[in-house]
């Protein structure tokens, strides 16, 4: 389904009013995001914010799509909040936040219908050191936010009301990383360690006619952090859309200590954050979260076609690049 702009609007603003609530029932507290970081938050690899000294940073065309950008400050632009929503909960129990996300496009990526280059996520965290809990109150947070949602539906929301069920519709199924890859159709003579193809995600997501999770992923199909358990496998969680919608969210249990953080970050071919490590170290705080993605929670409580359909009318940014070639 197709929308016009003026129901991009509302489902935007009736899903955001009701996940709010949601949130609010479940004791999480709402900060606000840093726009930008000096440090090297794990993500924030290919994208800078250029300020000038009280005047415009100087953008020069170099040729080629290229540009060179003089100007004073540069900062990360973030892609994610994973850590500094683990950061703040040394000063309460429960954190969420609403966070503007910025990341390149890979190939194939902009006939998905779910990826974007500035998108939002929200981005959720509280004190947790058990998986099982992390799986049940994420479920919670959704079955509210589906019975907040469906009394102020917008006009035409058609099918709708079965979607929301589905969300409200916990326990969701839990299904291994090593089972998803069997139901998607890679073969066992096939890598066993590499993620799901869109294919695969499509044929598993096919299968299912509720959300459900994929969990206790081995090392390295992520780059991000999270705890081992006594198997090696990581205990991180994707939650999954049914009929093709695909990945809603991804988190997990954070790592345990600064050995843990280091271990993981040099297998995985780079270095421990120093910030994360060092306040890991101090606080010895446990949390557990997720990211779920904002505009693909809208376009399945829409029923959109694509993300895209969900484009404010007032966003003149890249993301009106996909689907134009340039």
Same mark, same amino acid.
């Given at each position: ?17 009701? =996940? ?6 479940? %004791?999480?507290?709402e ?10 938050e ?15 940073p100087?953008?020069t ?9 003089d ?23 429960r ?27 929200v981005v ?13 109150v ?15 539906? #917008? ?15 916990? #326990? ?17 003579d ?8 869109? %294919? ?18 081995? =090392? ?20 999954? =859309? ?23 970050s040099? =297998?995985?071919?780079g ?6 490590? %060092?306040?890991?170290e101090?606080s ?39 689907g134009?070639?340039?």
């Amino acid at each position: 389904m197709s929308l016009s702009s003026a129901q991009s609007y509302q489902w935007t603003g009736r899903v955001l009013q009701s =996940l709010r609530r949601s949130l609010l029932e479940h %004791d999480f507290l709402e900060i606000l995001p840093a726009l930008l970081s000096s440090e090297a938050e794990p993500g924030a690899r290919h994208s800078v914010a250029v300020l000038g000294d009280r005047a415009r940073p100087k953008v020069t065309a170099e040729g080629d799509g290229r540009v060179s950008v003089d100007g004073k400050w540069a900062y990360q632009l973030p892609v994610s909040h994973s850590v500094e929503k683990q950061m703040a909960l040394e000063h309460t129990d429960r954190v969420y936040c609403l966070t503007p996300c910025l990341r390149l496009l890979m190939d194939g990526e902009e006939a998905s219908g779910k990826h974007l280059y500035t998108f939002f996520q929200v981005v959720v965290e509280w004190r947790a050191a058990d998986a099982d809990e992390a799986l049940t109150v994420t479920e919670s947070i959704l079955g509210s936010l589906a019975r907040h949602l469906e009394p102020i539906l #917008p006009d035409g929301a058609g099918t709708a009301v079965t979607r929301l069920q589905g969300l409200r519709s916990g #326990p969701y199924p839990r299904v291994s990383f090593a089972d998803a890859l069997k139901l998607g159709g890679r073969k066992p003579d096939e890598p066993q360690n590499s993620d799901l193809t869109r %294919d695969e995600e499509r044929t598993l997501t096919d299968s299912f006619d509720s959300p459900f999770w994929i969990h206790r992923y081995p =090392l390295g199909v992520r780059d991000s952090l999270y705890q081992r358990g006594e198997d090696g496998l990581q205990e991180t969680y994707d939650l999954m =859309l049914p009929a093709g919608y695909g990945e809603l969210a991804t988190g997990g249990l954070r790592p345990r200590d600064r050995r843990e953080i280091t271990e993981q970050s040099r =297998l995985l071919g780079g270095e421990p954050n120093p910030v994360y490590a %060092d306040w890991k170290e101090r606080s010895g705080i446990q949390t557990a979260g997720f990211g779920l993605g904002f505009e693909r929670l809208v376009r399945y409580c829409a029923g959109a076609d694509s993300v895209l359909d969900l484009l404010a009318a007032h966003d003149s940014g890249p993301n009106r690049r996909i689907g134009a070639h340039e």
